[in-house]
């Protein structure tokens, strides 16, 4: 009982995997560069379409309609709302000495932050600076 139960199993799963790669995966249609090349295509217009629309017609990147100054970014947004707080470096010397195997070890400088990892100052926190 258990060897045809163990056999028709099998069976099953090997008959499964017979469909091929064409059953599998269907031959035809666009290539991978025409998808990605019409999905950008359509983003660039939208883009292009909604900038128009909220500069109130205008072509952007037009010389005369610089709007560099009145533009955000989620970057010059999270840095002025949250601003970083100064974490200094601290440079240690490293006395000339011996290695474990006894082998001499130069002097050097090394440098590591204060703390350990990076603190942000929250709304209102860091007005005066």
Known sequence: MLRTATV???????????????????QGGPSMQEVYAAHFARTRQ???????ARIGGRSPGAEDDSL?????AAHT??????????????????????????????????????YESVQYALPGEAEGR
Do not use: Q
Request: aromatic share 12%; proline share 12%.
């Open 8 to 26: 028709l199993a099998a069976t099953a799963f090997l008959s499964a995997c017979s469909g091929g790669k064409d059953h599998i995966l269907p």
């Open 46 to 52: 939208f883009d292009t379409e909604g900038a128009r």
């Open 68 to 72: 560099a100054g009145w533009t955000r």
């Open 77 to 114: 947004e999270i840095e002025s709302i949250f601003p970083r707080l100064p974490n200094p470096d601290l440079v240690m010397y490293v006395f000339p000495h011996l290695s474990a195997e006894g082998h001499p070890v130069p002097g050097y400088a090394t440098t590591f932050p204060l």
